[in-house]
């Protein structure tokens, strides 16, 4: 029997990730004693050996970039979404010692865009066709919108996403780089890009009046893309907004118990200072 769980957030650079704040002040409101939540180091190359070396202490792995199509690999079995999207950011440790991959990115991001008002039916652009991006492609095919334009940096990448576009059901335009500042006029745009990337397209974009922009980044707030959404009026969505969601799925995987969400956000709030978290 083991007394004390572990659980952990990979990715690479990972110093920045505010996730052990969230799950660890989770631990504290649910009077889980024995539970310890870390950052790890890890690129994707890393992740597979990484994972085999885990002792039966650890109960569950959150996933950032770039990481998250490798966490589905190594994975034993995988929720539908994930396997749809085939891209994870939750490794949950099953009782036989297997893992277990899921993607809480997905429930996620449809609870943080529905709540700044996205309705069936929306056009929707995608800056980015990692595993942020998927689970983007996911988000908008369970809100039922209308359109999907998917903005990468490499036109094969756009191509990667068929088959997942496919899966879904979900019609996909690709769109090169180039023209990415003409596609940020859609009803919703959803930014998954590393930090800095998208940065030029601050003084170049139109906005939509009325529209939606949700910036996958909380670190440094806000982003120059955000600032630029803002100053227009727009309803703007942070990465914070999304950490605090997907990570109440994970904590509830992880530990079996039902997330205390206020504590966590309490926590995710103190530790930041944002007046921006809803």
Known sequence: MVSTRRAAVL??????SLSPVIHTAGYAAAGLSGWSY?????????LPDLVAGLGPEWAGLSVTMPGKEAAFAVADAASPVAAAVGAANTLVRR???SWYADNTDVAGMVQVLTDAGVRAGAAVTVLGAGGTGRAALAAAARMACSSVTVVARRPEAVDELRPVADALDLVLTGAAWSDAARHAGADVVVSTVPKGVADPLADLVTWR??????????????????ASALAAGLRVVSGLDLLLAQAVGQFEQFTGVRAPVEAMRAALRRATGADFLS
């Not at 990715?11 to 920045?16: L, Q, S, W």
């Open 95 to 97: 009782p036989d010692g």
């Open 38 to 46: 870390t950052r790890i180091e890890c690129a994707a190359a890393e």
């Open 11 to 16: 990715g690479k650079p990972i110093a920045h």
């Open 209 to 226: 009046p009325g529209g939606v922009f949700f910036d996958a980044l909380y670190n440094p707030w806000p982003t120059p893309l955000a």
